[in-house]
């Protein structure tokens, strides 16, 4: 292990001049990864006189010694401005608090913080892929907030061809726009990891006739067949087009496995493991049919392409550790361990901790900046995905003793299956993204990685951090004010979220109202009297409602292709426009009514 020192002076800045005074020095103590060096702090690539392996990530961890003595920060400045020109904010805020003497405030951000080797973005374009123009934009800035890998889930958004042309979408990108990608990535040190379901997951191929008949369970498309000959033949296929773009600039291939919800049902599968019976009492399970499936495949992988296959967690968890040993799974993957929610150790403890350090050498682990709260959810609740982030950060400090943690991915769901609703979109995700990375990139405290945040995203203010009283809605509307790649639809997307809150508040109190329950709504039985204000208040949101929609298309319309926008806005906006345009139409039936009869009952 490589050490450096670094080190910071108190200093005064004054026209014209630059007078340093002395400090007793203080010495803190920082885990970074080897690749960010003084002059890339935070994450960004800048040279450090080193070569980079490909992606520009380095496998070896360094630590930083903070103390009072040699840096100043025009030094600092200077610094920060080598290597292509890219300032790191890591480093401008510990400029920032150099340039006011605030040493203490550097010891209270820093104190032993462990930055994950790899920061990876999960980029997931099932029915939403964004444009190249808008990749180009977000890209850099991705790069600039902390990350260094890219984890690209295409599902039907990849140019397939020959036998699987028919499953790829009219919206996929084509074979050009990929290199592309390709090539931004690499221009932004960015390391590209494909990622592509072969097991569970795979709707977006099971739901053709074509390929049906793969199916574990005839009447479902989730999860194929893992005794079929020809379901490893189209695995194959799959993976060998993928890799025609990605050979030879990644070292790692995720191969999904995750969420295998069918298994071990189908008459051949069963047979498979009657036959396994034969040979070993017991042997015939499941979990074991699991496990040779994921061999085959990584096996075909590490054969062909000499790249390790990563595999989500979640189906390993509970399969005991001496069978995993024994199967030799720790050879043949690494296992990128996923929670999303706010208390990590609540669903990973230490057991489980202690079994994947018996069986595989690197572990990799998974939180969230977006599409883990909620199917249909507009914005990403920002406090939960930090505190998630959080919690991993803590479980890797204190794990790091045992595990050899890869490195962090944040996952961006766009779906949470194929035929699912779209959950919150990358653009309106943007801020939750950049403070994610800082957060996992910076030694730093609450308060400085959001001053580094909204530095990023281009904010004209500086906002107060308090964990215990994080306001997320003014937060949000202040995030309106900002300039980031995005924003034109971030901010109406935020006034969609509070209208729609409101329209749920305003319908629950309308139906606590003694005068419009379904009841009256049978009978035409009510004060019409009462109505009218109820009807003004729905008269306001639909006009609210239309006006926004003309807008949301708009903007839109700039990042993603026709059929998203159409669906996007069909089930956010119409729907909402439908539904107050039938509440509407009971109030007008309802205000009708002038004489009345006896009581209906």
């Not at 409602?545 to 996007?568: C, G, P, R």
Request: hydrophobic share 35%.
């Amino acid at each position: 292990m490589r050490s450096a020192c670094l080190v910071i002076l108190g200093s005064l800045v004054c026209t014209g001049c630059f007078v340093l005074f002395p400090i007793m020095p203080r010495v803190l103590k920082v885990t970074v990864p080897r690749e960010t060096s003084l002059k890339s702090f935070n994450g960004n690539d800048l040279n450090d006189g080193e070569e980079d392996e490909p992606g520009g990530v380095r496998d070896e961890t360094r630590y930083f010694y903070y103390t009072t003595k040699q840096i100043s920060s025009r030094e600092a400045g200077q610094q920060s401005e080598e290597g292509h020109g890219r300032a790191t904010p890591g480093l401008n805020a510990l400029k920032h608090l150099t340039q006011q003497g605030n040493l203490l405030g550097i010891e209270k951000a820093v104190k032993k913080y462990t930055i994950p080797q790899r920061r990876v973005v999960h980029l997931d374009l099932k029915g939403a892929a964004p444009n190249l123009k808008y990749l180009r934009e977000v890209l850099p800035l991705m790069r600039k907030a902390g990350a260094n890998t890219l984890l690209i889930e295409y599902e039907d958004m990849f140019p397939y061809w020959g036998p699987l042309a028919s499953t790829t979408s009219s919206s996929a990108y084509s074979s050009d726009q990929i290199r592309t990608i390709m090539g931004m990535a690499k221009n932004n040190s960015l390391q590209v990891i494909p990622l592509l379901q072969t097991f569970g997951h795979m709707e977006h191929i099971l739901k053709f006739q074509t390929f049906s008949h793969l199916r574990e369970h005839q009447k479902y498309p989730q999860s194929i067949c893992p005794s079929k000959n020809d379901s490893l033949s189209l695995i194959k296929t799959m993976i060998d087009q993928v890799m025609v773009f990605h050979q030879g600039s990644t070292d790692y291939i995720h191969i999904g496995c995750d969420e295998v919800v069918h298994l071990g049902i189908c008459p051949h599968c069963k047979s498979v493991m009657r036959k396994m019976n034969h040979v070993q009492k017991g042997l015939g399970t499941p979990r074991r049919l699991y496990l040779e499936h994921v061999k085959e495949i990584a096996t075909y992988v590490q054969a062909k392409y000499q790249i390790k296959p990563l595999i989500w967690d979640d189906m390993i968890r509970s399969i005991p550790m001496a069978e995993l040993k024994a199967f030799g799974l720790g050879e043949m993957v690494e296992p990128m361990v996923w929670v999303y929610a706010e208390e990590v150790p609540k669903f990973i403890d230490v057991y489980t901790w202690r079994k994947y350090v018996r069986v595989f050498k690197n572990i990799w682990v998974a939180g969230s900046f977006k599409g883990a709260f909620g199917e249909r959810l507009l914005v990403p609740p920002l406090r939960r995905h930090s505190q998630n982030l959080q919690s991993w950060l803590d479980v890797i400090g204190k794990e790091r003793s045992f595990l050899n943690f890869r490195g962090i991915v944040l996952t961006g769901w766009s779906r949470y299956d194929h035929f699912a609703s779209l959950c919150e979109l990358l653009p309106t995700a943007i801020p939750s993204l950049v403070l994610g990375l800082v957060k996992i990139s910076t030694p730093a405290n609450g308060q400085i990685q959001l001053n580094i945040a909204t530095r990023l995203l281009g904010c004209p203010f500086t906002y107060k951090y308090s964990d215990s009283q994080f306001d997320e809605t003014k937060l949000n509307h202040d995030l309106k004010s900002c300039q980031f790649p995005g924003r034109q639809v971030f901010e109406p997307v935020v006034n969609l979220n509070s209208l729609h809150q409101e329209l749920d508040n305003y319908l629950r109190q309308v139906s606590a109202k003694g005068w419009i329950t379904p009841y009256h709504k049978t009978h035409n039985y009510t004060s019409t009297w009462r109505l009218a204000e109820i009807r003004r208040k729905y008269q306001s949101l639909d006009r609210a409602l239309e006006s926004l929609h003309e807008t949301l298309t708009s903007a839109l319309s700039e990042i993603f292709d026709e059929s998203m926008v159409s669906e996007w806005m069909e089930q956010n906006v119409e729907w909402e426009r439908n539904q107050t345009m039938e509440n509407l139409s009971v109030l007008d039936s309802l205000k009708a009514r002038t004489i009345w009869g006896d009581r209906p009952h």
